[in-house]
């Protein structure tokens, strides 16, 4: 069965800090990996995706994620945060054959002005 | 030109009465599912529904009927509510090529249910 886990749970950050958040899963085959963002009161929204290809995803409002997959992770990043980026970060997998979203349990990122 | 939306956006209601939540998406999709965000926002899916056809039925209780009139839409059915029961019912949709997602799931804003 498929897991993702988060396991950095509330992170808070100055405004233009460096952010990096976890993600491990634990799936044996080939994975699709995602990202996405709840702001608060608002509905999920995808940051990025990854495939296959490039391992350095970029995806919107200048967020990034790295798969490396002989530790099973996909960590996003961010270079400098914004008070805007406060909100509710997902990680997600799903494998060849699963069409559902397994998601790990969010990382509640607080931006301090 | 929402591309998936859900109604109501909130619901309250007593237990022991039956609800039903209704998503529809503009898309194209092929394949819909609900999510249920507890209240520690842990995303679980419940059903997924291809060309109307069931194919992801979660451990969820028999209670919780989902119902796919066509592939655009996608609507949520539960009966005598218990206060287990609230939470953010998500719906999302997406197009599914082979055997796995090549496309990314789009999602609607959430129900909020509240069982009193």
Avoid at chain 1, 42 to 57: I, N, R
């Amino acid at each position: 069965a498929q897991s993702v886990s988060q396991h950095n749970h509330h992170v808070i950050l100055s405004e233009a800090a460096s952010l990096e958040l976890g993600c491990n899963y634990s799936y044996g085959g080939t994975v699709n990996l995602f990202w996405y963002v709840q702001y608060p009161g608002q509905h999920l929204q995808l940051l990025l995706k990854y495939f296959s290809g490039d391992p350095l995803v970029k995806g919107i409002k200048g967020f990034e994620a790295e798969f490396i997959k002989s530790k099973f992770s996909f960590n996003l990043r961010k270079p400098s945060v914004q008070w805007s980026d406060t909100a509710e970060y997902f990680c997600a997998v799903n494998g060849a054959g699963r069409r559902a979203l397994t998601f790990g349990s969010g990382t509640r990122l607080q931006v301090q002005p | 030109d929402t591309a998936v939306s859900q109604t109501p956006k909130y619901l309250v209601t007593q237990m022991g009465n039956d609800k039903s939540i209704k998503c529809e998406q503009n898309l194209g999709h092929d394949t819909m599912y609900w999510y249920k965000q507890d209240s520690k926002k842990f995303l679980k899916i419940m059903f997924s529904y291809n060309n109307k056809e069931l194919i992801i039925n979660e451990t969820v209780p028999n209670r919780f009927s989902p119902k796919s009139p066509d592939k655009a839409h996608l609507n949520l059915h539960i009966n005598s509510l218990e206060l287990g029961d609230s939470a953010v019912y998500f719906c999302a949709s997406s197009q599914v090529s082979g055997g796995s997602i090549t496309d990314t799931q789009y999602f609607g804003p959430g129900t909020r249910l509240t069982v009193l």
